[in-house]
């Protein structure tokens, strides 16, 4: 009987130490509100560029729609998108610091300007440059 007893408690004293090592790595979660802008995590979108390295590692912001629950909202998505489902966990959020207009990367303007003239050329490799 006593034998039992000193495992009991040494089990409950370890689970105490653990619970209070994994407290110590928790963080808490972000406190989003409707209308909030966030950026999204690409980290499980795929896109029709195939170089993940080059890629941005967050798009947006876009503003939320509706908080489901403490851990999952559906945010208001672009139609450049496709079709990605608009609920996402708040882990894959990065909240928006931004104070001025929205830069969505949807819209992004095309610089294109009329060449006057070409005032050199050269030969590379056959090809001229």
């Known amino acids: 009987q006593e034998c039992w007893r000193k495992v009991r408690i040494a089990l409950k004293e370890s689970s ?3 619970k209070k090592q994994a407290d110590k790595r ?3 979660s972000q406190d989003f509100r409707v209308g909030d802008k966030v950026y999204l995590s690409t980290k499980y979108i795929r896109f029709k560029f195939n170089n993940k390295k080059l890629g941005s590692k967050y798009i947006g912001p876009f503003p939320i729609e509706k908080i489901i629950n ?3 909202v559906k945010l208001t ?3 450049w998108l ?3 489902y ?3 966990h708040v882990n894959l959020l990065k909240p928006s610091l931004q ?3 929205d830069v969505d990367e949807g819209t992004q303007q095309n610089n294109e300007y009329e060449i006057d003239k070409i005032l050199n050329a050269r030969m590379y490799r056959n090809n001229v440059q």
């Open 82 to 84: 496709g079709r990605v």
């Open 86 to 88: 608009p609920v996402f």
């Open 70 to 72: 403490p851990v999952s």
């Open 16 to 18: 105490e130490r653990n």
């Open 26 to 28: 928790q963080q808490p």
């Open 99 to 101: 104070k001025g207009p």
């Open 77 to 79: 998505l672009p139609k």
